[in-house]
């Protein structure tokens, strides 16, 4: 069997995940003996507990357990070095292969009981009218917000020829929640007496209230998304005023990205200070250059960049984009070196509220980049005495993998840097991959590009991400986004715009 360790041994290699499989593989229970094609019989000499309801895969091959005989017998389990016969499973199945437990039907019986003990219901209170040629009123109130909701039938309470409906009835069906959020603490019966009413009445009104107080209860979760506007709208920019910000994730030899028009800033990673140096410098000296320091850092990596900051800040930078809070650690040892430079706030800081964005006020922060997950109202919402920055044109980067998916099927020797990598889906999307080479991280990015308009937003300038662009198609994204609109196209994505969060 093979056997991966993941992170537990610190080996980051091919030996770290097992690339046979892509789901979950099972416990190994056993080994096939024989196999008949014609009836999906296939013999299994044990190893472990096997019983009815289980699921179990050899090789491509799976199904649930539905039928487990021993010689003619139909049995129900079976146990370790038992010679047993299951039926109904296809494939290339050959004496030897390997059979792995996938699913555990007992296991999967235990874990149902002990959720449905945990599974905890909101009390209510219920006060139902039931009044002779009268419509059903039922009154339900949710007893940890005090919010209530009053429920009316169609159905018309009638009297009764002989014995009429109890009240113990009528609480017996009010008190059937099944599988809604509720359960009742209380039920107070406002009824005439003898009188009839259809069980499928109450039942009617009670599934509605219930139906239309939970979705009560949804919208006052609802964050509230009131846009904060400043007086005389001075933070909010016209459009031949906004500011374009381009990140450089790569540079690439055969552009002259001094002949690019239109950028204010630049954006360049602390990576490329490192391998780029002298195509760097020349953007400093054409451009108001920003060092990106990663996400990312593990202890060496931090080591690198402290031992190249002072290097990195000779180079006419004017100022600092911060990624994660350990670099406010970083740079306090730099205060002098720093004191006349910019620090921006990336959006990896997850700055989603205006508490937050007080905050990066106190920190005397210039500018934050709104997180690409917010949609529109949220970015509005944003607000304060600082520069506001969206992402309008990039692709999202998705993961920051430890584990290098290229090493593992290539040998290691910058085989990254020697061409260009993907992951397909199984929809036929295909995910770009990139490596940063300082730590061999791989960085997963969308397969569709994000390109949305800054209308509306709310914000003082907006950031382009280049990726693997031409010279030709960045003076185009530029063009395009710095005049309000975007770029369309199947390739091409709104990103959250438009998705609530």
Same mark, same amino acid.
């Given at each position: 069997?093979?056997?991966?360790?993941?992170?537990?041994?610190?080996?980051?290699?091919?030996?770290?995940?097992?690339?046979?499989?892509?789901?979950?593989?099972?416990?190994?229970?056993?080994?096939?003996?024989?196999?008949?094609?014609?009836?999906?019989? +296939? /013999? =299994?000499? @044990?190893?472990?507990?096997?019983?009815?309801?289980?699921? #179990?895969?050899?090789?491509? !091959?799976?199904? *649930?357990?539905?039928?487990?005989?021993?010689?003619?017998?139909?049995?129900?389990?079976?146990?370790?070095?038992?010679?047993?016969?299951?039926?109904?499973?296809?494939?290339?199945?050959?004496?030897?292969?390997?059979?792995?437990?996938?699913?555990?039907?007992?296991?999967?019986?235990?874990?149902?009981?002990?959720?449905?003990?945990?599974?905890?219901?909101?009390?209510?209170? +219920? /006060? =139902?009218? @039931?009044?002779?040629?009268?419509?059903?009123?039922?009154? #339900?109130?949710?007893?940890? !917000?005090?919010? *209530?909701?009053?429920?009316?039938?169609?159905?018309?309470?009638?009297?009764?020829?002989?014995?009429?409906?109890?009240?113990?009835?009528?609480?017996?069906?009010?008190?059937?929640?099944?599988?809604?959020?509720?359960?009742?603490?209380?039920?107070?019966?406002?009824a005439d007496d003898n009188i009839i009413v259809p069980i499928s009445g109450l039942n009617s009104v009670r599934r509605n209230a219930f139906e239309k107080l939970e979705k009560k209860l949804v919208q006052s979760f609802k964050r509230n998304k009131k846009v904060e506007q400043h007086s005389n709208n001075e933070n909010k920019k016209a459009n031949s005023e906004v500011k374009v910000s381009v990140l450089l994730n790569s540079i690439k030899e055969d552009i002259n990205y001094t002949k690019i028009t239109g950028i204010d800033n630049i954006y360049v990673p602390f990576r490329l200070f490192l391998s780029n140096k002298e195509r760097v410098e020349e953007i400093c000296k054409h451009f108001d250059t920003y060092l990106l320091l990663p996400s990312i850092t593990?202890?060496?990596?931090?080591?690198?960049?402290?031992?190249?900051?002072?290097?990195?800040?000779?180079?006419?930078?004017?100022?600092?984009?911060?990624?994660?809070?350990?670099?406010?650690?970083?740079?306090?040892?730099?205060?002098?070196?720093?004191?006349?430079?910019?620090?921006?706030?990336?959006?990896?800081?997850?700055?989603?509220?205006?508490?937050?964005?007080?905050?990066?006020?106190?920190?005397?922060?210039?500018?934050?980049?709104?997180?690409?997950?917010?949609?529109?109202?949220?970015?509005?919402?944003?607000?304060?005495?600082?520069?506001?920055?969206?992402?309008?044109?990039?692709?999202?980067?998705?993961?920051?993998?430890?584990?290098?998916?290229?090493?593992?099927?290539?040998?290691?020797?910058?085989?990254?840097?020697?061409?260009?990598?993907?992951?397909?889906?199984?929809?036929?999307?295909?995910?770009?991959?990139?490596?940063?080479?300082?730590?061999?991280?791989?960085?997963?990015?969308?397969?569709?590009?994000?390109?949305?308009?800054?209308?509306?937003?709310?914000?003082?300038?907006?950031?382009?991400?280049?990726?693997?662009?031409?010279?030709?198609?960045?003076?185009?994204?530029?063009?395009?986004?710095?005049?309000?609109?975007?770029?369309?196209?199947?390739?091409?994505?709104?990103?959250?715009?438009?998705?609530?969060?």
């Amino acid at each position: 069997m093979d056997l991966v360790l993941g992170y537990l041994k610190g080996k980051l290699g091919k030996e770290m995940m097992y690339t046979k499989r892509p789901n979950h593989m099972g416990v190994l229970m056993g080994e096939v003996e024989g196999y008949e094609p014609n009836k999906g019989y +296939a /013999k =299994i000499k @044990l190893s472990k507990e096997l019983n009815l309801g289980d699921s #179990i895969a050899i090789k491509d !091959s799976s199904c *649930k357990i539905s039928e487990l005989m021993e010689g003619k017998n139909n049995i129900k389990t079976a146990q370790n070095r038992q010679i047993i016969t299951i039926g109904r499973i296809k494939g290339k199945i050959l004496k030897g292969d390997k059979v792995y437990k996938t699913v555990s039907g007992k296991l999967n019986k235990e874990i149902i009981q002990i959720a449905s003990r945990e599974n905890i219901k909101r009390p209510i209170n +219920a /006060k =139902i009218y @039931l009044k002779e040629n009268e419509k059903i009123k039922l009154e #339900i109130k949710d007893l940890w !917000s005090n919010i *209530k909701l009053i429920e009316v039938e169609d159905t018309i309470v009638k009297k009764a020829d002989n014995n009429g409906i109890s009240k113990e009835r009528i609480r017996e069906q009010l008190s059937k929640t099944g599988n809604t959020t509720f359960e009742i603490n209380e039920i107070q019966v406002i009824a005439d007496d003898n009188i009839i009413v259809p069980i499928s009445g109450l039942n009617s009104v009670r599934r509605n209230a219930f139906e239309k107080l939970e979705k009560k209860l949804v919208q006052s979760f609802k964050r509230n998304k009131k846009v904060e506007q400043h007086s005389n709208n001075e933070n909010k920019k016209a459009n031949s005023e906004v500011k374009v910000s381009v990140l450089l994730n790569s540079i690439k030899e055969d552009i002259n990205y001094t002949k690019i028009t239109g950028i204010d800033n630049i954006y360049v990673p602390f990576r490329l200070f490192l391998s780029n140096k002298e195509r760097v410098e020349e953007i400093c000296k054409h451009f108001d250059t920003y060092l990106l320091l990663p996400s990312i850092t593990k202890s060496n990596y931090e080591r690198l960049i402290e031992s190249n900051l002072v290097y990195i800040l000779k180079k006419n930078i004017k100022g600092i984009v911060v990624s994660n809070l350990s670099h406010f650690e970083i740079l306090k040892k730099y205060r002098n070196e720093i004191k006349h430079l910019k620090l921006i706030a990336n959006y990896t800081l997850n700055i989603t509220n205006n508490n937050t964005v007080k905050e990066l006020e106190n920190m005397k922060i210039s500018k934050y980049i709104v997180p690409p997950e917010l949609d529109k109202d949220s970015i509005q919402s944003l607000a304060g005495n600082i520069e506001k920055e969206a992402i309008v044109y990039g692709r999202t980067l998705l993961m920051t993998s430890e584990y290098c998916t290229i090493g593992t099927f290539k040998n290691c020797n910058a085989t990254c840097e020697k061409g260009t990598y993907k992951l397909k889906d199984r929809m036929g999307f295909e995910f770009p991959i990139y490596t940063d080479r300082v730590n061999c991280n791989n960085l997963i990015y969308n397969s569709k590009i994000t390109s949305i308009s800054y209308k509306d937003l709310n914000v003082d300038s907006i950031r382009v991400d280049i990726l693997d662009e031409s010279e030709g198609e960045i003076q185009n994204i530029v063009n395009t986004h710095k005049k309000g609109y975007r770029l369309e196209g199947e390739k091409y994505t709104n990103g959250n715009l438009y998705r609530e969060i």
